[in-house]
């Protein structure tokens, strides 16, 4: 059974850095899309970027520049490095799997393309 388990979270400044890391022992796929999301509270879910076993990376346009997704393989684990971090961007960040390297290409930040999912970790960026 595949887990997804986030972890990093926390609160931070305005402007600050913080690096989320997805554990996920189970999920052995040669070919997937893995992807960050975040939901803040009354807002729907948006997909911050993804990243495909072919090492394409796709980012939202609000975090490009300013954020990272990246995959050690040999620890099974998916980063998120989040640079300039802004007030508005506190939100549960969600860790996402899919072993269709298709979703990355055409619906990265589609929610339900997404077979597997982490319970989140929170960000929280004070002003």
């Known amino acids: 059974q595949v887990q997804l388990v986030e972890s990093g979270g926390g609160s931070v400044q305005a402007g600050g850095s913080l690096r989320l890391s997805c554990a996920a022992p189970?999920?052995?796929?040669?070919?997937?899309?893995m992807a960050w999301f975040r939901q803040a509270p009354g807002k729907e879910r948006e997909g911050v970027a993804a990243l495909g076993s072919d090492r394409s990376a796709r980012y939202a346009d609000s975090v490009n520049g300013r954020v990272t997704i990246s995959r050690d393989e040999g620890r099974n684990t998916l980063y998120l490095q989040m640079n300039s971090l802004k007030p508005e961007e506190t939100a549960m960040y969600y860790c996402?799997?899919?072993?269709?390297?298709?979703?990355?290409?055409?619906?990265?930040?589609?929610?339900?393309?997404?077979?597997?999912w982490g319970q989140g970790t929170q960000v929280t960026v004070s002003s």
């Open positions: 189970g999920f052995t796929d040669s070919s997937y899309c």
């Open positions: 996402a799997a899919s072993p269709a390297l298709r979703v990355c290409w055409w619906y990265y930040n589609v929610n339900s393309r997404y077979t597997y």
